[in-house]
């Protein structure tokens, strides 16, 4: 899904020439650093950089990925992005996508806002009642970059749709350097891309995000805009997964949407909207999942078949 070669590429189309001191004019047609610009920038033989480009020459040294890093001026993200790309004899085995009981837990604590955790393919593996009655759905089973690329009309949901895109874009790509090996997450990458033109371009261009933290806005067809800021938690000793939470700022005109959407909900926490398995007599999501009836072809939900449903089909909010 993701290599070295295509990686350096695009990031070299990316450097302005004039800002590494190369003077240009109107004659150069090339978008970028030219190739042997790189390795002169970068103190490596012209020969050696252009197979790294065509992916023949394999296992670059720390201080020669640093050099490149340095001139193709790659933020900390890009920069560990591509050190795990140059070392694909160290890459991560695919996670597991079972979530504790203790996190489960977690969720319940989270009163006063969305909160959900998902997986590097960005698979809802829990959610909080709350953050069921922002998506009007279910959420555990639900792909957010299916739903937002495939599901979602550009004035859904997200106020701020074209950011999101972005951002989901950015964090597969990165979880595609991570875990390479993962047929599911390759797989959702596919049909993301056969359904798609925007993410057919933005994935094109190679870039790689880490979500840690912002804002994300909401246009609720219930109690309108709702402006609500993000933190991503990484759980320790569980690969590829993150705590999602949403809160509102207290007083805000969010705090108060918010609130009314909790006092809309009719139907208790086992009903359409709550985080609950309908076999289960908990009201939770079931940390195992039930089996995924599509396969793996069609689903990317987890790295076991059973863990997580393929989200549902269904047209635009």
């Given at each position: 899904m993701?290599?070295?070669a295509g990686?350096?590429?695009?990031r ?6 004039a ?15 030219r190739r042997?610009?790189?390795?002169h920038?970068?103190?490596v033989?012209?020969?050696y950089y252009?197979r ?5 020459a394999?296992q670059?040294?720390?201080?020669v ?6 001139v193709?001026a790659l933020?900390?993200?890009e920069?560990?992005h591509l050190?795990?790309?140059a070392?694909?004899?160290?890459r991560?085995?695919?996670p597991?996508?079972?979530?504790r009981p203790?996190?489960?837990r ?12 998902t997986?590097?393919r960005l698979?809802?593996l829990?959610?909080?009642?709350l953050?069921g009655?922002?998506y009007?759905?279910p ?13 979602e ?5 997200h ?6 895109t972005?951002d ?5 790509r ?11 997450l ?23 995000r880490?979500?840690?933290y ?15 800021h ?5 759980l ?12 509102a700022?207290?007083?805000?005109p ?10 809309l909900?009719?139907t208790?926490?086992t009903?359409?909207t ?8 908990t009201?939770?999501?079931?940390p ?11 689903t ?7 863990d997580?449903?393929?989200?549902p089909?269904?047209s635009?909010r």
């Amino acid at each position: 899904m993701d290599d070295l070669a295509g990686f350096l590429r695009t990031r070299r189309s990316r450097v302005d020439p004039a800002a590494v001191g190369i003077p240009t004019d109107s004659r150069r047609r090339v978008k970028g650093l030219r190739r042997e610009e790189v390795a002169h920038l970068s103190g490596v033989s012209v020969d050696y950089y252009v197979r790294l480009e065509q992916g023949r020459a394999t296992q670059p040294s720390d201080q020669v990925l640093d050099a490149l890093a340095r001139v193709l001026a790659l933020d900390e993200t890009e920069r560990e992005h591509l050190h795990r790309l140059a070392c694909q004899r160290r890459r991560a085995k695919v996670p597991g996508g079972r979530v504790r009981p203790e996190l489960l837990r977690v969720l319940d604590l989270v009163a006063d806002g969305p909160a959900l955790i998902t997986n590097h393919r960005l698979d809802v593996l829990a959610s909080n009642r709350l953050a069921g009655l922002l998506y009007g759905r279910p959420v555990p089973g639900l792909n957010t970059a299916r739903h937002l690329f495939l599901e979602e009309a550009e004035r859904g949901l997200h106020a701020d749709w074209e950011t999101c895109t972005l951002d989901v874009v950015g964090h597969l790509r990165l979880a595609a350097g991570k875990y390479p090996e993962d047929p599911r997450l390759a797989s959702r990458v596919g049909e993301l891309a056969m359904g798609s033109e925007r993410f057919r371009r933005l994935w094109a261009r190679a870039d790689v995000r880490a979500r840690t933290y912002g804002r994300k806005a909401y246009r609720h067809p219930l109690v309108g805009l709702l402006e609500l800021h993000q933190e991503n938690f990484v759980l320790p000793n569980e690969a590829g997964m993150e705590l999602v939470v949403l809160s509102a700022p207290p007083g805000s005109p969010a705090e108060d949407g918010l609130r009314l959407l909790a006092s809309l909900d009719t139907t208790g926490p086992t009903g359409p909207t709550g985080r609950t398995d309908p076999t289960g007599p908990t009201g939770r999501t079931d940390p195992t999942g039930p089996t995924d009836p599509t396969g793996p072809a069609n689903t990317a939900g987890t790295t076991d078949t059973a863990d997580v449903p393929a989200p549902p089909t269904r047209s635009p909010r």
